[in-house]
């Protein structure tokens, strides 16, 4: 047994006991993250009582195969920028390429960044590159502070020490240093950028959580939404607040579903009248065919020799769905006929994130419903990648004032500011095999080691 197998069967076993077996402690752990805006409606960010751990280990290694791979993303980003035939391989569309050609005024190809990242003891592997902002910043914070300091987890600190990750301030520092590079001095007034939902009256929690962050720290802050802006004499605002700088919080295509290129932060953008985080041209790598380059030996060939390494290791095959020929390991392939003939391994999923498209398990599928999968994947903008099996662990969960435990895949999204990692966040979905199940979310996360 693993230390890590050994620490959460002691984290089981205290939960059992007779000191906690009463949840009055777990309720009252719920109505804080409510106090907190760490909620939902009137439930919490996910009702877990044990936070996710990683070994001191694992979180080196996802350190330096993280900030590996980010620097190959950064030369295959170069590359694409300058040479048409590759960026022609990301499937971007006309307006993408326009605001992609855009110079934002800072040289950082990402200020902020995460990685969706499946960790099973010792193996690892990245399924998803996002330039959008690492989840949880805020939440995940106030989440582990909470949990940190309730009774079960102070029994349990007593044989295990464990360390707190990441926080707002690594973003706040990475905000300051790309306002800077934009050539601003004064302390930049804030805009936190996000789309509402249907029916959605009041932001979101860990933007709301961000912002009154940034104000403590002496930074004007507001969080907005697109339909809020107005640009006029040179200046971006929503209503009377001025925005120096923008955090994009909502990716380029949500953006040009809803807008065209003349709205005001897109013209303020041009003139280079506001410093947006991360720049528009950040977003060639939020697509999933960033892997396809990354997995292209003849386009990595001459990488440092790290970086090739991380990607070998740690990313599975991946390809943009096409009637084309191209390579699997050492061999040349008919990429359909492959397709077809390796369901049992192969997962397509859409380019981008969102949208109505959404990914097919090949070893869900039977061979119609694959094939009917595929020609899909051959009319739109799709990839082909090769299957991670998740890491599956039961989580105790307080459902209805009672405590189950159920299975649950788990996924560490390591946070990356200015090419390093500053910490990680956890997130949990249902594995259960329900039919319908809204259990997915953000639990923290701990840096677990022995004392």
């Known amino acids: 047994m693993t230390q890590l197998d050994e620490a959460i069967a002691r984290y089981h076993k205290l939960l059992e006991s007779d000191k906690f077996r009463d949840l009055g402690w777990a309720e009252a752990l719920e109505e804080q993250m409510r106090d907190r805006i760490l909620s939902g409606g009137n439930r919490a960010i996910l009702p877990v009582l044990r936070p996710h751990f990683v070994t001191l280990r694992q979180y080196a290694a996802l350190t330096k195969a993280s900030e590996a791979l980010l620097s190959a993303i950064t030369r295959v980003k170069e590359l694409a920028i300058s040479t048409p035939s590759v960026l022609s391989r990301m499937d971007l569309l006309p307006a993408e390429k326009m605001l992609a050609a855009v110079d934002p005024g800072y040289p950082l190809s990402a200020v902020t960044a995460r990685l969706e990242t499946q960790i099973d003891n010792s193996a690892m592997h990245f399924l998803q590159f996002s330039v959008g902002a690492p989840a949880g910043a805020a939440s995940s914070e106030a ?14 600190r007593k044989r295990y020490k464990l360390t707190k990750t990441g926080g707002p301030k690594h973003l706040l520092n990475a905000l300051l240093h790309a306002y800077k590079l934009f050539g601003k001095k004064r302390f930049p ?41 107005d640009y006029r004499s040179g200046q971006l605002r929503s209503g009377s607040f001025a925005i120096d700088l923008v955090y994009r919080k909502l990716t380029v295509q949500e953006f040009l579903l ?55 290791q740690y990313v599975p095959w991946t390809r943009v769905v096409a009637k084309a020929k191209t390579t699997y390991g050492d061999k040349t392939i008919d990429l359909p006929e492959f397709i077809i003939k390796n369901r049992e391994k192969l997962v397509l999923k859409p380019n981008d994130v969102g949208g109505d498209h959404h990914a097919y398990a090949g070893w869900e599928s039977d061979e119609t419903g694959w094939n009917r999968a595929l020609r899909t994947a051959l009319r739109h903008s799709y990839v082909v990648q090769e299957r991670v099996e998740p890491q599956v662990i039961p989580f105790p969960l ?17 946070h990356i500011y200015l090419g390093k990692v500053r910490g990680c966040s956890s997130w949990l979905t249902d594995a259960s095999g329900a039919s319908f199940s809204t259990l997915t979310g953000l639990v923290p996360t701990f840096i677990l080691s022995g004392k």
């Open 143 to 156: 989440l582990a502070d909470l949990f940190y300091a309730c009774p079960l987890v102070k029994e349990f």
């Open 189 to 229: 007034r804030i805009a936190i950028l996000e789309f509402r939902q249907q029916f959605q009256s009041v932001s979101s929690g860990e933007h709301l959580l961000l912002a009154e962050y940034f104000r403590r720290e002496g930074y004007p802050a507001e969080v907005v939404s697109p339909e809020q802006l």
């Open 258 to 312: 809803r807008f065209d290129l003349s709205h005001p932060l897109v013209r303020a953008y041009k003139d280079g009248a506001v410093c947006v985080v991360n720049s528009f041209r950040a977003e060639l790598a939020y697509k999933k065919a960033i892997f396809d380059l990354l997995t292209d030996e003849a386009i990595t060939a001459k990488f440092p020799a790290a970086e090739r390494k991380a990607i070998k």
């Open 398 to 414: 307080l459902q209805f004032g009672t405590l189950e435990m159920r299975n649950m895949a788990v996924s560490v999204h390591p």
